[in-house]
Structures are given as structure tokens and as C-alpha cells.
């Protein structure tokens, strides 16, 4: 299941990946759950609140990922919200930021988390009331900065990795993520 304890993974070649942040918390869950049936409705301290509680999808990336899900008139938050079967519970923010690769991602102390935490709010939600995430990353200048390949997956790898524990520690609620790749 998605975001369950972080484990260190094993890679190609007997390679492992990065190891969590410290800090990070073990996400419980019952055995027979599954991530879907975790995002509900929730209030702004995070409890379930079917009647007036939100939902937040939140996207993660660079600038074609805010093209791709902002506020173009092509962009998926017009055309979600135009959507008259779309819960209305659903708050869709775009969090993506123009020239912001998978390395500032991965930092936690990049402004752009900053930048992520105002538009949540607003959009009137809590970091409490996201639950899924839309991820959508690469490197810049992959080839000159990293190297021939494997080199350059493996440092995007890590990043993804490490920017899907920065968004676990922040939004202690996030139970989706859905990655994405460039073009």
C-alpha cells in the first residue's frame, strides 16, 4: 500500500535507495485496508468530517506540470471543477512551480514548500486536509549535470523518492501519489 512505513528499497545491481528523513512517522493502517478508503472528507485538524470536511489534491513538479494541471483553459483544475460529478468535497490546488526540478523538491528547506503552503491555505484547506498528490518531476539538465545514464534516473529516483517523504512529513494525511513522467 502506498506511503506505509518507509523502507529502505533495493535497486538494480543490489543497489539500495535512500533512507527517510528522520522524524518521518510509520503510517497505520489496518491490514485489510486499502489507500483509497483513507481519504475522506476531513476537517481542518485533520478528523473525518463527511458533512464539511475537504479532500485536497495538490500537484507537485516543474512549469509543464503546472501547465498541465493549473489554470489553463486546457489546464485539469478548470476542467475538474467545471466537472459537475466532481465531489464537491474536492479542493484541487496546483502546487506545481515553474523551474522547480525534482532536486528543490527533494529539499525540504527550498522556499517552495512555502510557496505549496500558501496556496494551500489559499484555497482554504489545512496540510491536514490533503490527501492526494499529483507528481510530476525530472532533473534539470540531466546529461552535463549528472552524467550518462544510469546516472541521471538514479539521482531523479532518489529525488522522488525523498520529495514523497517531504510530502509524507508535511501532509501526515497524504495516502495517494500519483507520479507522472515528463514528456
Not at 509543464?64 to 486546457?74: I, Y
Not at 500558501?118 to 491536514?128: D, N, V
Not at 538514479?154 to 495517494?176: K, S, V
Request: glycine share 10%; proline share 14%; charged share 15%.
Amino acid at each position: 500500500p502506498p506511503f506505509c512505513a518507509p523502507r529502505r528499497r533495493v535497486l538494480g545491481g543490489g543497489r539500495t535507495g535512500p533512507t527517510p528523513p528522520a522524524g518521518v512517522p510509520e503510517v497505520p493502517r489496518p491490514a485489510n485496508a486499502s489507500a483509497t478508503t483513507e481519504v475522506v472528507p476531513r476537517n481542518a485538524a485533520g478528523a473525518p468530517d463527511p458533512a464539511n470536511g475537504r479532500i485536497g489534491l495538490i500537484s507537485v513538479g516543474m512549469s509543464n506540470t503546472t501547465q498541465e494541471f493549473g489554470n489553463s483553459p486546457w489546464g485539469f483544475k478548470p476542467q475538474a471543477d467545471g466537472d459537475p460529478s466532481k465531489n464537491p468535497r474536492v479542493v484541487i490546488v496546483d502546487g506545481a512551480q515553474g523551474g522547480k526540478a525534482a532536486g528543490e523538491w527533494a529539499d525540504p528547506t527550498d522556499p517552495l514548500w512555502t510557496v505549496l503552503a500558501t496556496r494551500i491555505a489559499q484555497a482554504g484547506l489545512s496540510p491536514l486536509q490533503v490527501q492526494v498528490a499529483w507528481v510530476k518531476l525530472a532533473e534539470q539538465q540531466p546529461g552535463p549535470t549528472f552524467g550518462a545514464f544510469p546516472l541521471h534516473s538514479d539521482a531523479l529516483q532518489a529525488d522522488l523518492e525523498t520529495t514523497l517523504h517531504n510530502l509524507i512529513a508535511i501532509y501526515p494525511n497524504l495516502r495517494l501519489a500519483f507520479l507522472s513522467s515528463p514528456p
